[in-house]
């Protein structure tokens, strides 16, 4: 065994050999994979193994099909053939208009990574699986390159090419400890001697807290237990002259493909069970929960109406093992938070069709430091200390009875919550809010009309419309109200502090005391990594001179890890995160000063006060720390009040507020002005795929202002010239929104995709941005939107169409 080496990748199930096969594929061979049994012994070995490539976003999609394309290629190989039945085509089938508009946009988003999909109706659903009834079914999804593969041949195969290229694998190596030294180097413990590296991966399926344990971390994973059955030959599949496609049910939750001339069927039941919540036997290796069919009855009923051959058949075989969830079911993949040198590929809960894209995205990171594709959605930093053991295990039961429900625009399902909240939350759900979540905080969307209001989720605009519309109408001729919480601060202190800044950030960072500033941070590659306010707080009672570092409440593990990373041991700038203690109240519209004067001392004039000013001050009695900065396009003050003080400061703004009209507003209104505004979101349209000139962020770099991260890739990028361009769209429909992902097309051609879109409410415009081809990135250039199985027409115009002067937001 090699005492040391440049990465140890920790499991051999799939998520393990396929890190380090694509490790070696991208040019690091000094690697090796430890593992503590033998390969494929956790959840691996018993796998239905189904390989599809749907997927909820293109990230995912894209993932999928590098599994597809490596796995034909492995099945292929004439020397070691292994056995996958690719392309045997799948459906999931629908028994609602609803989930076949969904599955129209999930076919308009595959397209835009080349991958088509087919929207079908029962018949011929049924003609293509010729076992099913079309009862209760309008029809189903087609994937063409559905199908399913052996995974201990696959993990096999994987071994055996990295070992080739150099990687070496040390089976029946049960790794004991991490320990971590000061240069962030690791050395791995393990039962047969230590090894020293640089980077750890933890790929240790249902035992990875006990490995995340040895770093001093946990992970928002659990486990459940999952079940499938074999069945006898069927005649009729034997007889068929084809494989069986195979089938994904929303309507009774279950799976079923054909394994020899017998099915397979596994089954998503709502009685379902955590598993391992208390720690794991150790002896638990190569083996198998106890048979459970009585809890799956209620979804047995629906398989056997469906396809009522299985009722002549018997069972032979049932698999019952432990399957991984994270708490938004997606899987974590990519650095650990909080950790350097550490990286993680978990929670994988259809680990063998995606286990493929997954190392390889994984491999890119470690040794690129960033991916091809933007990984936000399975960036371990997504989540913040919110995420702990007993909410991870509520979602991940509620996923697991939703496995094949996809979730509509603006759907937050109800488990774990509430996690995090304000004062306020209490307060505002009187005054009849309904809340979304972010980051796991309960945020304001919108006040309800009536109690009982219920819209139904669809991808169409909604009941909520008239609500939306009502609440945008008061901030432009009024005043309203909004909690934002959960808004991620770091508070910069040290005499290094705007050199610091300036080294992070790829334009002219603001550095007056008492203004505040925007700019956006890059990575190495040249790419839009991240978006924040920059405030600077002059000393004062309350502190010294000081920077509010602000950005999205998502961004909370994300920014702080970027900047820590990049501190440097010479400088004197410390970091300390003020997200969890502080919210803002937005007081937005044209009788906002108004409401401030009466409730904050001061000269609150344009003159006295202009648009990014910052200023210390109370509301009524509340220390308040106010922004004059807007995110809805008009007149607009950010009050940043400690969460002890907060009720105090909305008591005082309310009373203030009473004689101005002052009404609430939510996040829904905040979103249709900002797209009014063009105003960018950050991991929707700022993503790493691309980079401040195609992101249409010009005015924000300063290439000659002195090192900064990215500059120099960001140079060579310019000569380049852009591959595509962020544009603003109007859409010619009031019946619908642009959803994220969704193609923009010309001539039969994907030309675009669409990154956010919604009504804007103040222009009467149906509005989208999207990145298009160089060529469509004028204004006037025309092409039709794919949404949702319908083609509309999309015209490139000028970015903000509300109040292009920004005269308002500056008044
Ligand atoms: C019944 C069932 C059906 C499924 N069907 C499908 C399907 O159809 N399609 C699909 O895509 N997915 C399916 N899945 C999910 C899929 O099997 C998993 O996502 C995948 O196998 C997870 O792989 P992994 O490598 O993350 O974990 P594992 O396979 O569990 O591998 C983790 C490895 O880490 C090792 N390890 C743990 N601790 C240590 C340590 N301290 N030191 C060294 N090594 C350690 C373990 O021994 C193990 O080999 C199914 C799961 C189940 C349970």
Redesign the pocket.
């Known amino acids: 065994m090699k005492s040391r080496t440049r990465v140890v990748v920790?499991?051999?199930?799939?998520?393990?050999?396929s890190t380090l096969y694509h490790l070696t594929q991208e040019g690091w061979t000094d690697v090796v994979l430890?593992?503590?049994?033998?390969?494929?012994?956790?959840?691996?070995?018993?796998?239905?193994?189904?390989?599809t490539n749907f997927g909820m976003n293109q990230t995912m999609v894209g993932l999928k099909t590098h599994s597809i394309r490596l796995y034909k290629e492995l099945a292929e190989d004439p020397d070691y053939p292994i056995n996958y039945h690719h392309g045997d085509g799948g459906i999931r089938l629908a028994n609602t208009q609803a989930q076949m508009q969904g599955y129209h946009h999930f076919t308009s988003m595959a397209r835009g990574m080349d991958v088509h999909f087919e929207v079908i109706d029962a018949q011929e659903c049924a003609r293509r699986h010729p076992l099913i009834s079309t009862e209760n079914l309008i029809g189903g999804l087609w994937d063409p390159l559905d199908g399913?593969i052996d995974?201990a041949q696959l993990c096999q195969a994987l071994a055996r090419r990295a070992r080739k290229a150099g990687a070496e694998v040390y089976r029946h190596?049960?790794?004991?400890n991490l320990t971590q030294h000061s240069d962030d180097t690791w050395t791995v413990h393990?039962e047969r001697g230590d090894i020293d590296c640089d980077i750890v991966v933890n790929?240790?399926?249902?035992?990875v807290n006990?490995?995340g344990a040895m770093m001093g971390v946990h992970h928002p994973v659990a486990s459940m237990e999952?079940?499938?059955f074999l069945t006898e030959e069927i005649p009729a599949i034997r007889d068929a002259g084809h494989r069986m496609p195979l089938l994904r049910c929303p309507i009774s939750d279950y799976?079923c493909?054909q394994e020899k001339n017998g099915l397979l069927l596994?089954f998503y039941e709502q009685d379902c069970k955590t598993w391992g919540m208390d720690g794991i036997d150790p002896n638990f290796?190569n083996a198998l929960c106890p048979d459970d069919l009585d809890r799956v009855t209620d979804v047995l009923e629906g398989a056997f109406a469906r396809m009522p051959a299985l009722l002549d058949v018997g069972v032979h075989t049932v698999?019952?093992?432990?399957?991984?969830y994270t708490i938004d079911g997606a899987p974590l993949v990519g650095p650990i938070p909080g950790k350097r040198n550490a990286f993680c590929?978990?929670g994988?809960?259809?680990?063998?069709?995606?286990?493929g894209g997954h190392g390889w995205l994984l491999a890119q990171q470690i040794v690129h430091g960033e991916a091809c594709y933007d990984t936000w959605c399975l960036d371990p930093r997504r989540f913040a200390g919110h995420a702990n053991t007993e909410l991870t295990a509520l979602k991940a039961i509620e996923d697991y009875q939703n496995e094949f429900r996809f979730h509509f625009p603006h759907e937050h399902r109800p488990a774990g919550r509430p996690a995090k909240t304000t004062p306020l939350t209490p307060v505002l759900a009187a005054e009849g809010a309904e809340f979304t979540v972010v980051n796991g905080w309960e945020r304001v969307e919108y006040i309800k009309p009536t109690p009982d209001f219920s819209p139904t989720l669809s991808f169409d605009f909604d009941g909520t419309f008239d609500v939306i519309a009502a609440e945008v109408a008061n901030v432009q001729t009024g005043v309203g109200l909004a909690e934002v919480n959960g808004f991620n601060r770091i508070e910069i202190t040290g005499a290094d502090r705007h050199a610091f800044l300036d080294r992070m950030f790829c334009g002219t960072v603001a550095r007056r005391d008492g203004r505040v500033g925007l700019g956006y941070l890059l990575n190495h590659h040249g790419m839009v990594k991240a978006e924040a306010t920059v405030a600077n707080l002059p000393a004062s009672d309350r502190g010294p001179a000081r920077i509010w570092y602000g950005s999205a409440a998502a961004s909370e593990l994300h920014d702080m890890d970027w900047l820590t990373q990049h501190l440097q041991a010479d400088e004197d700038v410390q970091l300390r995160s003020l997200t969890n203690n502080q919210t803002i109240l937005i007081l937005a519209g044209p009788r906002a000063r108004d409401v401030l004067s009466d409730c904050a001392r001061g000269d609150w004039s344009a003159a006295a006060f202009p648009w990014l000013s910052l200023r210390e001050c109370f509301v009524g009695i509340a220390p308040a720390t106010v922004m004059g900065v807007s995110f809805s396009g008009e007149l607009a003050y950010e009050i940043h009040v400690p969460n002890a003080s907060l009720y105090a400061a909305y008591l005082a703004l309310r009373q203030a507020g009473a004689a101005h009209g002052l009404k609430l507003f939510g996040a829904r209104a905040v979103e249709s002005m900002r797209m009014e505004k063009s105003f960018l979101h950050w991991k929707a349209d700022l993503i790493t795929e691309f980079d401040p000139f195609e992101t249409g962020l010009d005015r924000f770099v300063t290439l000659d202002k002195g090192d900064f991260i990215g500059r120099d890739a960001l140079r060579k990028r310019l000569t380049d010239g852009p591959r595509k361009k962020l544009v603003v769209l109007q859409v010619q429909s009031a019946q619908r929104p642009a959803h994220p992902g969704a193609s923009l097309m010309r001539g039969g051609q994907v030309v675009g995709t669409i990154t956010s879109g919604d009504w804007g409410h103040r222009t009467g415009l149906n509005l989208a941005h999207g990145f298009v081809v160089p060529d469509l990135a004028h204004i006037a250039a025309e092409m039709e939107l794919d949404s949702c199985g319908q083609c509309l027409r999309a015209t490139v115009i000028p970015p903000s169409p509300y109040d292009p002067e920004f005269a308002r937001m500056k008044a």
């Open positions: 920790i499991g051999g199930g799939i998520a393990g050999c430890v593992e503590r049994d033998e390969l494929t012994s956790g959840t691996t070995w018993h796998s239905a193994a189904q390989v399913d995974p190596t049960p790794v004991t393990t790929a240790c399926g249902y035992r006990e490995v999952h079940q499938y799976y493909r596994g290796v698999v019952n093992g432990p399957i991984t590929i978990i994988l809960r259809a680990g063998l069709g995606e286990g």
